[in-house]
């Protein structure tokens, strides 16, 4: 699978999806999830995200709001591209089991 493949196998245009931690563990996907400290809307479901996904890794950007890439160019841009450095050249791990924390 390229990086730049379409996730076609999350949601299907045909029917409604429930989003759940255990629909989201399931995933195969690696997945980066920014957002900024001042996106109050945002910040819960990132990390709904990063929790119940081992192939998340999340990124909050200080003193921004839901347009990071509007806020932040340069910042949002070397996030990006770190991430997609990591996966094409195969250095992209998931989180390791160790730790997540037993008290989340």
Request: proline share 6%; aromatic share 8%.
């Amino acid at each position: 699978m390229d990086w730049y493949d379409v996730d076609d196998d999350f949601i299907d245009d045909d029917e409604l999806v429930e989003v759940t931690p255990k629909s989201i563990r399931l995933r195969k996907k690696l997945l980066l999830v920014m957002c900024g400290d001042e996106d109050d809307g945002s910040i819960g479901p990132a990390l709904f995200i990063k929790r119940s996904c081992r192939n998340a890794r999340l990124w909050i950007c200080p003193a921004s709001g839901h347009t990071l890439n509007i806020e932040e160019p340069g910042l949002f841009n070397r996030n990006l591209l770190d991430f997609l450095t990591l996966v094409v050249s195969n250095r992209w791990k998931p989180r390791d089991p160790r730790s997540v924390s037993k008290s989340a």
